[in-house]
């Protein structure tokens, strides 16, 4: 157990549905990052938040729509996917301390995500 | 542009032997850490071990140990007297501090099992 957890687990959705990931952090943490993992590729970094606010927009499409609320929570909403964004959705933490790459990423166990 | 390589996909040891896994990176930042990461089936991202850039020990945590060549870009992670437990994805990870967020740079993984 890390500290970050994530809901659902796994999540079937059609094209036209509009779905939610969720993740909630314990650990005091002020950074909250989404992360797509897919077969054979390297986790890619989606977003960034900073104390709640949007630091990083990784060239997402638009139809991810990311929300922080608090820096404990971090949501990402879903609508009109297309079959290959069928991934693992991972959503990490850390304490970002300005003017350094100091810090420890933790991650939660991620939604699989399964668009038909 | 930064980049994370591992070049073995697979590797397997037996229970008790030593198994080293490689890592090579691309950089022109100064200021960095490095990362080794285990993904279990349970799909949980557990930090293995980290390398500070301007630390030239190599750091060491129980049985898994790190070989960092700063020139070479080379960051290779030694697990000794391997056990069952610790077969899982392997992922090695780069960090830097930009535009007022951290990035984590994570290579495409390598599968360790693990035989009795």
């Known amino acids: 157990e890390t500290g970050v957890t994530q809901t659902p687990r796994h999540l079937v959705m059609g094209m036209t549905n509009k779905k939610s990931l969720k993740c909630e952090q314990h650990l005091g943490h002020n950074a909250m990052y989404w992360y797509k993992q897919s077969a054979k590729k390297p986790l890619e970094l989606m977003f960034v938040?900073?104390?709640?606010?949007?630091?990083e927009n990784n060239s997402v499409p638009s139809r991810f729509s990311p929300e922080c609320p608090n820096s404990s929570h971090l949501f990402l909403h879903l609508h009109t996917l297309q079959p290959e964004d069928s991934a693992l959705y991972l959503c990490?933490?850390?304490?970002?301390?300005?003017?350094?790459?100091?810090?420890?990423?933790?991650f939660g166990a991620g939604t699989r995500l399964s668009v038909l | 542009a930064q980049t994370v390589t591992q070049s073995q996909p697979e590797m397997s040891v037996q229970e008790a032997e030593t198994v080293t896994l490689s890592c090579t990176y691309d950089?022109?930042?100064?200021?960095?850490?490095l990362f080794w990461y285990k993904q279990p089936p349970s799909r949980q991202m557990i930090l293995v071990i980290r390398?500070?850039?301007?630390?030239?020990q190599n750091a060491t945590e129980n049985r898994f140990s790190v070989n960092f060549q700063k020139a070479a870009k080379s960051f290779s992670l030694k697990i000794s007297d391997s056990q069952l437990g610790d077969a899982a994805m392997y992922f090695c990870?780069?960090?830097?501090?930009?535009?007022?967020?951290?990035?984590?740079?994570f290579g495409k993984g390598t599968k360790l099992t693990v035989n009795p």
């Open positions: 990870a780069y960090t830097w501090a930009q535009g007022g967020s951290e990035k984590l740079v």
């Open positions: 938040y900073n104390f709640k606010e949007q630091t």
């Open positions: 990490a933490s850390s304490q970002y301390i300005a003017g350094g790459a100091k810090n420890i990423q933790y």
């Open positions: 950089t022109s930042e100064s200021d960095y850490y």
């Open positions: 390398q500070e850039a301007y630390k030239q």
